[in-house]
Nanobody
Framework: QVQLVESGGGLVQPGESLRLSCAASGILFRAFTMAWYRQAPGKQREMVASISFDGRIAYADSVKGRFTISRDNAERTVYLQMNGLNPEDTAVYYC?????????WGQGTQVTVSS
């Protein structure tokens, strides 16, 4: 059974930081491209950051310089370090694992940035 379990969301003030984690089970983690997506109310889901099996990284323009994605294949976990958070980062953040045409999603974790 495949599971992607996110954690680390919460309520923070503008300028603060959060670190999201996504623990994977039931997949050959090291072969998967892992990514973080987010969906704000009334908006489409968008890719935030991705990291391929061989470490290639991509970021959405809106988070470049503030967010950092990383992975630990031994722990089967992908992380998203989010610094300098602002209210526009408020969304449900989803973990995604992709290998060729196979897609897996986590249940999401809420991130709210508000003063």
């Amino acid at each position: 059974q495949v599971q992607l379990v996110e954690s680390g969301g919460g309520l923070v003030q503008p300028g603060e930081s959060l670190r999201l984690s996504c623990a994977a089970s039931g997949i050959l983690f090291r072969a998967f491209t892992m990514a973080w997506y987010r969906q704000a109310p009334g908006k489409q889901r968008e890719m935030v950051a991705s990291i391929s099996f061989d470490g290639r990284i991509a970021y959405a323009d809106s988070v470049k310089g503030r967010f950092t994605i990383s992975r630990d294949n031994a722990e089967r976990t992908v992380y998203l370090q989010m610094n300098g958070l602002n209210p526009e980062d408020t969304a449900v953040y989803y973990c995604n694992g992709r290998l060729r045409s196979v897609d897996y999603w986590g249940q999401g974790t809420q991130v709210t940035v508000s003063s």
